[in-house]
């Protein structure tokens, strides 16, 4: 797994953009009692549904493959010249 220079920042990024996008596809938004984990998870398994990224293989399915796979689908969806690219 190549990790980015940002990826803290890149997956803040990803998050953000998850939920706006799952809000817009009509789900209710996260309530405060929502781990990250389960967030990052959710995100993940919209996407895959969506076909907007490739499903992880069933025994990598973990948290920090998820994580790699939201800050992937997020770096592509930045222009190239994009701060956290950099």
Same mark, same amino acid.
């Given at each position: 797994? #190549? *990790?980015?220079?940002?990826? /803290? +920042? ?5 998050? &953000? ?6 809000? #817009? =596809?009509? $789900? /209710? @938004? $996260?309530?405060?009692?929502?781990? !990250?984990? @389960?967030?990052? &998870?959710?995100?993940? =398994?919209?996407?895959?549904?969506? #076909?907007?990224?490739? !499903?992880?293989?069933? @025994?990598?399915?973990?948290? !920090?493959?998820?994580? *790699? ?6 770096? =592509? +969806?930045? !222009? &190239?010249?994009? &701060?956290?690219?950099?």
């Amino acid at each position: 797994m #190549k *990790h980015q220079k940002h990826e /803290a +920042q890149l997956l803040k990024l990803a998050m &953000e953009i998850g939920v706006g996008y799952a809000k #817009k =596809r009509g $789900f /209710a @938004d $996260f309530g405060k009692g929502i781990s !990250p984990k @389960d967030k990052v &998870e959710c995100i993940y =398994r919209l996407l895959v549904t969506d #076909k907007l990224i490739q !499903p992880l293989a069933k @025994d990598k399915e973990d948290g !920090p493959n998820m994580k *790699h796979k939201l800050i992937l689908w997020i770096s =592509r +969806q930045l !222009p &190239e010249d994009h &701060e956290l690219l950099n």
